[in-house]
């Protein structure tokens, strides 16, 4: 854990009591059970931003905190421990979007609202299966979008979406031009492909060439944050069980075969929580950010893919079981991997960083 | 983290900068720029230039080279904050520290924490001037993992121990003029029953034998002592303390291999940088090798991330003032990777990375050879890789032994 001012540790405990009594797992369950494609509890949200965790990285003129990504890295890390299913990462990376490329009138429109959970944003970049923001071919004329975006996260419940266009990231409200195709995933969360038709865009034009990198490097490290929470939680509750379970007269957690295999989750652990919060505390800094942001995706994507792999291997066969809660963290697991930059497409972009 | 810097130490601290870059201008020899420390090495004897004698001397003289050390007993005096600035202007001078080995990484340490009044004022102050090579007797034939297991027997004879037993691995045996070693002054306690000591190396019945490792060099020794006595004032701490000195010593010990101690020296050159070098490249300058390259980062993000937590250890080792849960672990993070980097070296290179000598290999391309044979080693000795596991496993993660 990183070395934390006051402000951070206030804010860290208070997310920490919030998940723990108000939002854990069998929360997210209720949501999935609802049915609902936005795949959220409103009062929850509601709540959390009335909490300030949705302005946290909007300027106090606008009505957050501007308490940075560290900060906010501290909040979505509670929120991944116990599954909580809400717009907030998505939210913050949006809203992100606005400040740094959005004019003064964009930004005192909506920077306000979304810090007070009034309104919801969303980023919309890719158009397939794969994250490949170098492959675009939404367009804008006259101010009118189209194109259409694949497996948009938190469409369902966006008031706002941040697109990438060819020549730039646009704000387009839902309403006219803008249609949602729900694609169900494996984490039960939101997710759609977004068709745009002559949408009215109007462009965020203030954040220079590299908006859209800046941008997805946000959202990379936030979704690393949540994933660092998740993580850390199938090891605490596999380590839990080993130390419940007994087996050959002796509890689990006696045998060294799986003492040496928790001894490897462990560093692993320490390794990613160290890449995730450099990369959120770069984006701090201002310094080195797509480097950052690259080492924390992709060691978040390494060792969550480990970890859900061995909570249900070391669960044995309860692990299997949809009654058991460390299946759900697999399932979304596989889904944040695939966002924002697989393993593979971030050792492409490392290496390219590298200048090899 | 940043660290916050407070304004009123802040020209403290330039003013002692100024006095670090005079002090270098003074007195650090042009012709050692970029050269390391040969005497803190194991791998070699001492044969000083009079260049490197002025400035192991003028470093001791001010007890730079052991910074935080207490005065009194030859160390700089200074704060962290001060060591570090003398740890970055020597970089910025290309000037190495003089002073180190086995005494300042690990023996020095332990000695300041365990030592009595008299034990400190003789053996520290020579550690600070680099006068004295210190080696570790710990391992023994049938003491390796399981360490506790030692069978060299001091015998109580009044005013003296008589020594009889055998070591191994004795690191740099062969130039040491003092051993730090662990021995049983009680047969029938398996860790109550062992004492730490202190043996001169030129003492009747000390005999020492290089072993030749798998890399054709000879780090390592047998140590055989018959009949050595030693004298009851070079008992450290309380007969049958001796494991739970041994251990905080390893402490020293582990942190040293992970590298906590200096990360910028880690770094080390870009494997991608030095796979350009000898791999094709299409034009955009990415490697023609996709799955090398793949290889190479799949490394370099690994690595990065160790290095990122070595520093976070630190920060919070020095935040609660304690040492970090994370610690345990850097050992083995930073030894696998050390060992997975030499072999991605040899790929990168091909046969011609691994030569064992001749004209038609640069110096780098050997050094690299043997690097890569002498670090096998790295994730046994210190407690191998699976003590680690059991540490990290049964300390931190609380398993509980087998019943």
């Known amino acids: ?356 | 983290m940043a660290t916050q810097i407070e304004p009123a130490t802040q020209t403290d601290e330039d003013a002692f900068r100024a006095e670090v870059q005079q002090f270098l201008a003074d007195n650090f020899p042009a012709e050692l720029k970029g050269q390391s420390n040969a005497l803190a090495g194991v791998d070699g004897p001492t044969n000083e230039t009079p260049a490197q004698t002025k400035w192991r001397e003028a470093v001791g003289a001010r007890g730079w080279g052991t910074p935080t050390w207490p005065k009194e007993y030859g160390g700089g005096g200074l704060t962290k904050a001060q060591a570090k600035i003398i740890d970055q202007e020597f970089a910025k001078a290309g000037a190495y520290n003089p002073i180190g080995g086995m005494g300042v990484m690990m023996f020095g340490p332990t000695l300041l924490e365990y030592g009595n009044e008299a034990q400190k004022k003789e053996h520290i102050p020579p550690i600070t001037r680099g006068e004295i090579r210190w080696c570790q007797g710990y391992s023994e034939p049938n003491a390796g993992s399981d360490l506790a297991n030692l069978q060299t027997f001091a015998e109580d004879k009044g005013d003296h121990y008589l020594v009889n037993g055998q070591k191994t691995w004795t690191s740099g045996g062969q130039w040491a003029d003092k051993c730090f070693a662990i021995v049983r002054t009680d047969k029938s306690d398996k860790h109550k029953g062992i004492s730490f000591m202190l043996i001169d190396m030129d003492k009747p019945g000390v005999e020492v034998r290089p072993i030749t490792m798998i890399s054709g060099t000879s780090p390592f020794c047998e140590t055989f002592f018959t009949d050595v006595k030693v004298p009851k004032e070079n008992l450290v701490g309380e007969e049958g303390q001796g494991w739970t000195i041994g251990k905080r010593l390893l402490q020293h010990e582990r942190t040293n291999i992970s590298g906590g101690g200096s990360l910028a020296r880690l770094m080390g050159q870009s494997l991608g940088d030095i796979a350009k070098k000898y791999q094709p490249t299409g034009a955009d300058g990415e490697l023609a090798d996709a799955v090398l390259r793949d290889k190479i980062a799949d490394f370099e993000i690994r690595w990065n991330s160790f290095l990122l937590t070595a520093r976070r250890a630190m920060e919070e080792s020095k935040a609660a003032g304690g040492v970090s849960e994370i610690s345990s672990v850097l050992k083995k993070l930073g030894t696998k990777l050390s060992q997975e980097r030499s072999e991605l070296l040899i790929e990168i290179r091909g046969l011609q990375g691994l030569g064992w000598e001749g004209d038609g290999f640069s110096d780098g391309e050997l050094e690299a050879v043997r690097a890569w044979l002498f670090g096998k080693a790295t994730t046994i000795y210190g407690g191998s890789t699976e003590i680690q596991n059991n540490i990290i496993a049964k300390r931190v993660l609380g398993m509980l032994d087998h019943q």
């Open chain 1, 1 to 356: 854990m990183a070395v934390l001012n006051e402000e951070q540790e206030m804010l860290r405990d208070m997310a920490r009591e919030w998940t723990v009594n108000e939002s854990p797992v069998t929360e997210f369950r209720k949501v999935r059970a609802s049915g609902e494609p936005e795949a959220f509890n409103r009062d929850a949200y509601a709540t959390m931003a009335q909490m300030g965790w949705a302005g946290v990285i909007i300027p106090e003129e606008h009505g957050g905190s501007d308490f940075g990504f560290l900060s906010a890295g501290l909040v979505v890390e509670e929120l991944g421990k116990t599954l909580t299913a809400s717009p907030l990462v998505m939210n913050t990376v949006a809203a992100s979007a606005i400040v740094l490329g959005g004019s003064d009138e964009q930004k005192a429109r909506w920077l306000p609202r979304l810090a007070s959970g009034e309104a919801i944003a969303t980023l919309a970049v890719d158009e397939g299966p794969s994250h490949d923001p170098a492959k675009i071919e939404t367009s804008v004329s006259d101010g009118k979008l189209s194109g259409t975006k694949a497996f948009v996260h938190e469409a369902h419940g966006a008031d706002l979406f941040v697109v990438a266009a060819k020549d730039g990231l646009y704000l387009v409200e839902k309403g006219d031009g803008v249609a949602l195709t729900t694609r169900k995933l494996t984490d039960q969360r939101s997710h759609a492909d977004v068709t745009f038709d002559g949408a009215a865009a109007e462009k965020l034009a203030n954040g220079g060439d590299n908006l859209l990198d800046d941008v997805l490097d946000r959202a990379r490290v936030l979704t690393a944050a949540e994933m660092l929470g998740m993580a850390q939680q199938v090891f605490d509750d596999t380590l839990d069980y080993l130390k419940q379970r007994v087996q050959f007269n002796q509890v689990l957690a006696s045998f060294q075969a799986l003492q040496h295999r928790m001894a490897d989750l462990f560093a692993d652990l320490a390794q990613m929580r160290s890449a995730v919060e450099a990369g959120l505390q770069a984006v701090d800094a201002g310094f080195g950010v797509a480097r950052a942001a690259t080492i924390a995706k992709a060691e978040a994507n390494r060792v969550m893919h480990t970890m859900a792999n061995e909570g249900i291997q070391l669960h044995g066969g309860i692990g299997m079981t949809d009654e058991y809660d460390v299946g759900f963290y697999l399932k979304r697991a596989r889904v944040l991997e695939q966002s924002f930059g697989s393993s593979s497409w971030l050792k492409d972009r490392f290496s390219k960083l590298s200048g090899y």
